[in-house]
């Protein structure tokens, strides 16, 4: 702000003298001396050249009236100075009044009686303010629609519809003339959207910097964008106590990602996780590409749509708001609701980004169905209806984002599945929903991955730029050369030329998309910074980025300038030289060549297209390298998607040619002038249309190599569950070995104790009942400890009573008939081992995993040494840390048995690492009926092995059966049906492949 000047007026002064000289009193005639009251002016002079602009969006919300504000200390609303354009000239403002305070609050007061009467959102619900040029802090702005009274509309991006009309409008190109509220569809209703957006202090630097909006004008701009979330975290930041800075607003940014996505979904927004207002406002019915279609971004759009896909927007925000400040929105009703809605969208959208309108049809009535479980038949009926109509509406929708450079068709694939699996499961719950080192440590390796590829980007972007720059250079010495018609229709071609291509590349929506992405970089590396100083070189480079874009935006502004000038010149030699149908026909002629070299080049696209996918269709039938097979697909695809980037640029090529040779026709005056005109519009809508049936066969080989990968990836997968399968064949829990010995050793301990219960309180001799076991014991202080010399294995125990329970902490080492050791690990000291053994018992220790071996036999009455034969056996329990050397594999986990003699069902759970495989095996066998009812399942843990779960039940007579399942597409999926044979498993795989798994000998369900 400039400095301001506070003026004594002459009055004042003159006053002032008076009572100088005169001093102070009353006069000879006992008057009162009242002294007149100073005036005090303050004046000030400001640009409004800090541009805040943004949209609001869910979908886009056109007419609706913003209001801006900033917000003081104590969070209250407070009006701010703003414009509707840039300054171009300094403004003063003066204010008078009886204190420099007063003073100086009328020239503010001054400063916002100049805000516009109105400001309102336009189509695409976009708003641009500008604020005095040294403000700085948060500004407060709100976005709202009305169901009446105004013009103000919200348009629906919700898949499966935004309710229904009072009264149905009238049939146009966006509403079908029914009473539903479909896709891409305006109406009106009450809504309120909010951002708390904070405008940093300029550096000292910045005063040459123009803005990256293209005004010359513009000093500093930020995006500021309205959308769900950021409606979300100003409601929480306007309840917040005390100043509003930028670490406020990341902080509560972070948490509220946090609570509605979930941790690992917010991973994928590290580049806007600081500060949301960077992104996400895209209306998925009307993508205008000024955004790119990343993961974060795509998360944020479909998470917006379907909430705009509830009952009630507002009612559902209220109690989202609510469930955040409870810290419990995970748990709450409407989680629950907006999880069918949000998995429901990305459901559809994966439909809408791999397949075909048949596809996005059964995708979109099969999340009405999740979306209404009680709708009636006529409304599934209808909805069914209207489905098709709905399914080209969002086809279109995603083309025409494809066309506005948003992603490639692509890139639209593969992060809709990434998008779909990260939002499978909303919010936290507990420690989950705190970000702690672990989660800022993951989010600098995404925002570093973020800021890489941005930096590749922006490079590429530098080349097209300078290419751009030398090509206008070239025109502008054309233009300079100009010296009569002849050399002006060539000045005059060439500027339509290069407008052309300036339209075609697109560069200032490019280079802008980088900045404000820069921009949210910096903000999350502050996050970052805020947790630890090692993330400092982050932020470096984040500034770095954002310092490099910013500089191809001004010079992209200073190409357009500089091009809208040469356009300006180019008409002029029009007028000057009489030139009109010469110029455009030679405009004509050469926009149709540059589309002619467009046909050419999606041709060939389409042939390497075309043999790609044929390559890649011979490797899917083949299945002889299912990897090879998918890196055949993936070239398939880029082809594809290749060729559909092709067919848009040639698409756009021939709208230009069309043009050009309208125009022709327009002041063409000869006959053959006219006849070449015609023709010329004639060869281009023919054109047009053979870009259309070339359209439909890209996004049709795009679908069938989409298709191809997930064949070519399930094989991939059941090729890995094959893997995982050999691997646990070999594994030697699933033998025998451990599962036998120590049931072995709890038989034989079972046995020595009861022989030795009949005999004195301590003692030592050799078992009648197992005759290789020598043994000796103390009942006094009930230990045991016994010997096979035979096989030098050993079993130790010590026990305590404790009421109904009689409590061993046992171990020993064990050597099996097939050579291999079981050693049942227990405590060096057995009074602490068996104190351990306690304290699991009694419940003061939870986790089985924090003990050695234990065994606990729990009966029907409290028991102690001269009842415990009279009282009866409930259970039998024992949790065993087992490490068992046989062979190479091995095995060292834990491995618990459970018996309940009155049911008769007897269970047993191993869990723990043999050989790579880290694993859980749990089995369990129902005596109580005629015939042992047996039910058996491993599950291998570990992202290679997928999540692989080989399950089996049955009885001996009717036999085993079971399957083999694994994670696959985010979701359980069945790989193979298991059988049990003679001396193994036989499994039958989904690819129709039987692969017997033979010497697998299942832990002996008789023991």
Same mark, same amino acid.
């Given at each position: ?524 590396? %502050? ?157 281009? #809508? ?77 003692? #030592? ?65 057995? #009074? ?153 498993? %036989? ?21």
């Amino acid at each position: 702000m400039a400095q301001r000047m506070t003026k004594i007026t002459p009055i004042a002064a003159s006053v002032a003298l008076t009572l100088g000289l005169a001093g102070c009193g009353s006069d000879n005639d006992r008057n009162i001396y009242v002294p007149p009251v100073e005036s005090v002016t303050s004046s000030d002079e400001a640009q409004f050249n800090v541009e805040v602009t943004g949209k609001a969006v869910k979908g886009a919300m056109k007419g609706a009236v913003v209001s801006v504000m900033t917000l003081g200390t104590s969070g209250e609303s407070v009006p701010v100075a703003f414009r509707l354009e840039a300054s171009a000239d300094v403004e003063t403002f003066t204010g008078e009044a009886t204190s420099q305070d007063t003073a100086d609050a009328a020239v503010e007061a001054s400063k916002i009686a100049g805000n516009p009467d109105a400001l309102i959102t336009n189509d695409s619900g976009r708003y641009s303010i500008y604020l005095e040029d040294d403000f700085s802090g948060p500004v407060y702005i709100t976005v709202t629609t009305s169901e009446e009274g105004d013009d103000s509309f919200l348009r629906c991006d919700a898949y499966v519809g935004c309710g229904t009309y009072d009264e149905a409008p009238e049939e146009d190109d966006v509403n079908d003339g029914d009473t539903n509220i479909e896709f891409g569809e305006w109406y009106k209703t009450d809504l309120e959207l909010s951002v708390v957006k904070y405008v940093a202090a300029a550096e000292a630097d910045s005063s040459e910097a123009s803005g990256a909006a293209g005004d010359a004008n513009v000093a500093r701009s930020f995006k500021a964008n309205v959308t769900f979330l950021t409606s979300l975290v100003a409601q929480t930041l306007l309840e917040v106590e005390g100043e509003i800075d930028s670490e406020t607003i990341a902080s509560t940014n972070l948490n509220t990602v946090i609570q509605v996505l979930g941790p690992d979904a917010a991973i994928l927004l590290s580049a806007l996780i600081g500060d949301l207002s960077n992104g996400g406002a895209v209306d998925l019915s009307d993508v205008d590409g000024e955004e790119s279609l990343s993961q974060g971004v795509l998360m944020l759009a479909q998470l917006s749509s379907s909430v705009q896909g509830l009952p009630s927007i507002s009612d559902a925000m209220a109690s989202i708001k609510a469930g955040i400040a409870a810290g419990t929105l995970s748990t709450t009703d409407i989680a629950a609701t907006l999880q069918t809605s949000v998995s429901s969208t990305a459901s559809v959208f994966v439909a809408i980004a791999t397949g075909d309108e048949g596809a996005i049809k059964t995708a979109l009535e099969a999340a009405y169905l999740a979306n209404n479980p009680n709708a009636s038949t006529a409304e599934i009926n209808a909805f069914a209806q209207n489905s098709a109509g709905i399914a080209a509406k969002a086809k279109e929708a995603k083309d025409n984002a494809v066309k506005n450079g948003a992603a490639t068709d692509a890139e639209l694939a593969e992060i809709a599945s990434v998008v779909q699996s990260a939002l499978e499961e909303l919010g936290c719950t507990g420690d989950e929903c705190v970000a702690d080192d672990d989660f800022f440590a993951d989010l600098a390796v995404a925002l570093s991955a973020q800021i890489d590829a941005s930096s590749t980007k922006l490079t590429a972007l530098q080349t097209s730029i300078d290419s751009a720059e030398e090509m206008l250079a070239d025109v502008q010495e054309i233009g300079d050369a100009v010296t009569d018609a002849a050399t002006a229709i060539e000045f005059v071609a060439a500027v339509a030329a290069l407008e052309n291509e300036a339209e075609a590349a697109g560069l200032a929506i490019a280079t802008n998309i980088i900045y404000v992405k820069a921009q949210g970089y910096v903000s999350t590396a %502050s996050l970052l910074v805020t947790q630890s100083s090692d993330y400092q070189s982050i932020q470096d480079s984040a500034t770095a980025l954002q310092a490099l874009a910013l500089k191809e935006v001004e010079n992209v502004s200073t190409y357009d300038a500089a091009l809208a000038q040469l356009v300006l010149d180019a008409e002029a030699a029009i007028t000057e030289y009489g030139i009109e149908v010469e110029a455009a026909k030679e405009i004509a002629l050469n926009t149709a060549d540059a589309a002619d070299v467009k046909k050419s080049v999606a041709d060939t696209a389409e042939a390497a297209s075309t043999s790609a996918l044929a390559d890649a269709q011979a490797a899917v039938d083949s299945g002889d390298d299912a990897q090879a097979t998918v890196e055949s697909v993936d070239v398939a695809i880029a082809a594809a998607s290749e060729f559909s980037a092709a067919v848009y640029a040639l698409e756009l090529a021939i709208e230009q040619a069309l043009e050009a040779a309208t125009e022709y026709e327009a002041v063409a005056v000869t006959e053959a002038d006219m006849a070449e005109a015609t023709e010329l519009v004639e060869s281009a #809508e023919m054109m047009a249309k053979a870009a259309v049936t070339q359209a439909l066969l890209a996004n049709a080989q795009l679908v069938t190599a989409l298709g191809l990968k997930a064949e070519a990836e399930l094989a991939v997968a059941t090729a890995s569950v094959k893997e995982t399968s050999m691997s646990l064949s070999t594994m030697t829990v699933l033998t025998n070995t451990g599962g036998h010995a120590v049931v072995d050793a709890a038989d034989v301990l079972a046995d020595v104790i009861g022989e030795l219960a009949e005999m004195g309180n301590s003692g #030592e001799g050799t078992s009648t009942r197992q005759p290789e076991w020598a043994y000796e014991y103390s009942l006094d202080d009930l230990t045991l400890v016994l010997i096979n010399s035979t096989t030098d294995s050993m079993i130790t125990a010590s026990a305590a009573y404790q009421g109904n329970q009689l409590v061993v902490a046992w171990g020993g080492m064990l050597t099996t008939e097939g050579d291999a050791t079981v050693e049942l690990v227990t405590g060096d000291v057995a #009074e602490d081992a068996l104190e351990e053994c306690q304290a699991f018992a009694d419940g003061t220790i939870t986790d089985s995993t924090q003990i050695d071996s234990c065994l606990v036999f729990t009966f029907d009455e409290a028991v102690d040494a001269s009842s415990v034969d009279d009282a009866e056996l409930i259970k039998s329990e024992a949790w065993n840390r087992v490490e068992i050397m046989d062979g190479d594999s091995g095995f060292m986990g834990m491995l618990n048995l459970s018996v309940m003699e009155n049911a008769d069902i007897t269970m047993l759970e191993a869990a723990g690492v043999s050989g790579d495989l880290d694993f859980s095996v749990m089995y369990e066998v129902d005596g109580s009926g005629d015939e042992d009812k047996t039910m058996f399942e491993i599950k291998v843990n570990g992202d290679a092995a997928m999540g692989y779960t080989l399950s089996m039940s049955g009885t001996e007579s009717a036999g085993y059966m079971g399957d083999v399942k694994a994670m696959y597409d985010g979701m359980m999926m069945t790989f193979g049906t298991a059988t049990k044979v003679t001396n193994g498993v %036989s499994i039958t795989y989904i690819d129709d492949e039987v692969i017997d798994y033979t010497d697998v000998d299942l832990i002996d369900e008789s023991k």
